[in-house]
């Protein structure tokens, strides 16, 4: 079958070679919608492909979008992937899946690499405080997107964020707990060195001050300071942290998690224990990955919004791509929203 050419295409919809190579390569902002339409039903119905080998030559980057997140194994950033390839391919983008374990080094490297190979355009997941390591990389023109990172005070002017707020989705999920009437609560997390579990634990701390509690009567479990984030052990870390915390006097009645996967290894822990999740003991946690609608009882947690996100990460690549480096970044936060299911209730009466 013969290969349909660029100017077969241009001839169908009645432009120049050059219009069609300008939609092509992401330099349609002045084009008539019309004009986008009729390129777009040509190449549709000829079926034309163009030579993404020549147009990475000439133009010395890909159309790919490099995608690092903390690890897969973690429903939540295969989910997010998902959505982000979804609105990619959409867009006429392909996406890479790097994992970092949160490891800065790890990062740089991954980022290097895109970059050498062309990738001009990354989604950054890892949400350390500090971009300095990538650094270098920001100042030669690559276009970084954060996401569930809200911009921080010494970030490149350059980059973008996109995040929910998670101090509001942490005092949600406290709040659910103290208006149910607990007054005994944990915070149950890996390491909170980073943006946005800082950030959950930071407004569950201002809902137990809002429900009149003290912060000091609360428990917070986050493993030792050298321990990991818990990404690919979190329902590990949920499980381990309910036998030490209800070995102790007085254990709590409810119970935040950092995410679904280590709130669901809470709620195992708690059946370890032969207590009952939503009558013995409630438990919240973050993301509504699709187990937690699964999980007996459901899970109530705090919903992101990863499609709407993963669109407004793309939209930020396309609207950018092709421009002169510099352009300077923007900061969208998000608010998310509490699920409540089955898992979560007024405390046991004595």
């Excluded at 009645?14 to 009729?38: F, H, I, K, Q, W």
């Excluded at 790919?64 to 998902?82: D, K, Y």
């Excluded at 890479?96 to 490297?109: K, T």
């Excluded at 990991?228 to 709590?252: M, S, T, W, Y």
Aim: with cysteine; proline share 5%; aromatic share 4%.
């Amino acid at each position: 079958m013969e290969k349909v050419t660029i100017q077969q295409v241009a001839r169908a919809a009645g432009v120049s070679a050059s219009t069609v190579s300008n939609l092509l390569n992401g330099r349609s902002e002045r084009m008539l919608p019309a004009t986008r339409d009729r390129i777009t039903e040509a190449i549709s119905r000829l079926g034309y492909r163009p030579n993404r080998a020549a147009r990475e030559l000439r133009t010395g980057r890909t159309r790919t979008v490099g995608l690092i997140v903390p690890s897969v194994g973690n429903p939540f950033w295969g989910a997010f992937a998902r959505e982000l390839e979804h609105a990619a391919l959409a867009e006429g983008y392909n996406v890479l899946l790097c994992n970092s374990e949160r490891d800065p080094d790890r990062e740089r490297r991954y980022v290097e690499e895109l970059w050498d190979d062309g990738v001009r355009e990354i989604v950054l997941c890892t949400s350390l405080p500090s971009l300095k390591h990538l650094a270098h990389i920001i100042e030669q023109g690559l276009r970084l997107v954060t996401f569930d990172r809200p911009t921080q005070a010494d970030d490149p002017s350059t980059v973008v964020s996109i995040s929910i707020n998670n101090v509001v989705g942490g005092h949600l999920a406290a709040s659910h707990l103290t208006n149910l009437g607990h007054q005994n609560l944990t915070f149950v997390s890996g390491s909170l060195r980073s943006v946005n579990r800082t950030g959950r634990y930071e407004g569950f701390c201002s809902a137990v001050e809002a429900a009149g509690l003290a912060v000091a009567d609360m428990t917070l479990w986050a493993g030792a300071d050298e321990a990991p984030f818990g990404d690919v052990e979190a329902a590990d870390v949920g499980r381990r942290a309910v036998h030490e915390i209800f070995a102790a006097a007085n254990p709590p009645t409810g119970v935040v998690a950092i995410n679904d996967m280590t709130a669901l290894g809470v709620c195992r822990g708690l059946r370890d224990l032969g207590l009952q999740v939503g009558r013995d003991v409630s438990v919240v946690g973050f993301d509504d990955i699709i187990l937690a609608d699964l999980y007996d009882p459901p899970l109530t947690t705090v919903r992101q919004p990863i499609g709407q996100m993963a669109q407004l990460a793309i939209a930020e690549i396309v609207s950018h791509h092709g421009l002169a480096t510099g352009e300077p970044g923007r900061s969208v936060l998000l608010r998310p929203e509490l699920i409540v299911r089955g898992s979560t209730a007024a405390p046991p009466v004595d």
